[in-house]
């Protein structure tokens, strides 16, 4: 079965910082995997999606996140961070031919002036 | 742009009484799954909907039932609401076969006092 482990559950950055957001999956099979953002008191929001292709997935907002798949990861970046980042966000992954997907726990990122 | 609106953003129930979340979508999308969202714990998933009047268990469905009348809407009931069951719901939508991405509703916040 499908999982997804996100590594730390708080990230601290200072404001223009880079950031790294770790995501790790465990998978025999096919995968897609996203990045979803979710700021104060709302619903999700897709940031970027890996189906195939380019290991290297651009998206909104100036974030950026590579699928590795000998390492099992799809850590998530950003060269420089701002206070509006500050958000949960949350890695998720499917199998193809489940239309399910399974969440990481979600990180959240808070940016300091 | 889809739009998934959910019925209240905010929710104040007494234990024992019996409670609908609706969830509406405008994309003319197949799936639709209703989460709940605990701090730590992430999105789980407890219930799915793949077509009318179709839907699976996910993860965590023991205190909840679903219903799928129309394609556009898919409620979740609490029969008997417990303390417990306060948290955040979260709807979401997507296509069969698509590219898995799933859209998601604001959210609604359930206090169950």
């Known amino acids: 079965?499908?999982?997804?482990?996100q590594l730390d559950s708080q990230v601290p950055v200072f404001?223009?910082?880079?950031?790294?957001?770790r995501c790790n999956?465990?998978?025999s099979v096919s995968v897609y995997l996203?990045?979803?953002v979710q700021y104060p008191n709302q619903g999700l929001q897709l940031l970027l999606k890996y189906l195939s292709g380019s290991t290297l997935v651009k998206g909104i907002n100036g974030f950026e996140a590579e699928?590795?798949?000998?390492?099992t990861s799809f850590h998530l970046r950003k060269p420089s961070v701002h206070i509006s980042d500050t958000a949960e966000y949350f890695c998720a992954g499917a199998n193809f031919g489940n239309e399910k997907l399974t969440f990481g726990t979600g990180t959240r990122l808070t940016i300091i002036p | 742009d889809v739009k998934v609106t959910q019925s209240s953003r905010y929710l104040v129930k007494r234990t024992?009484?019996?409670?609908?979340?609706?969830?509406?979508?405008d994309?003319?999308?197949?799936n639709m799954f209703w989460y709940r969202q605990d701090p730590g714990l992430g999105l789980r998933l407890i219930y799915f909907s793949y077509d009318v009047k179709m839907k699976e268990k996910g993860d965590i469905p023991e205190g909840y039932s679903v219903s799928r009348e129309k394609k556009e809407r898919?409620?979740?009931i609490l029969e008997s609401a417990s303390t417990n069951q306060t948290s955040m719901y979260l709807c979401a939508s997507s296509f069969v076969k698509g590219t898995y991405e799933q859209y998601f509703g604001p959210g609604t916040r359930l206090t169950v006092t």
Not at chain 1, 15 to 21: H, S
Not at chain 2, 17 to 25: D, G, I, M, R, S
């Open chain 1, 1 to 5: 079965a499908q999982s997804v482990t």
């Open chain 1, 15 to 21: 404001e223009e910082a880079p950031v790294e957001l």
């Open chain 1, 25 to 27: 999956y465990s998978s």
């Open chain 1, 34 to 36: 996203f990045w979803y």
């Open chain 1, 67 to 71: 699928f590795n798949k000998s390492q």
């Open chain 2, 16 to 25: 024992g009484e019996k409670v609908f979340l609706e969830c509406v979508q």
């Open chain 2, 27 to 30: 994309m003319d999308h197949e």
């Open chain 2, 74 to 76: 898919f409620s979740l």
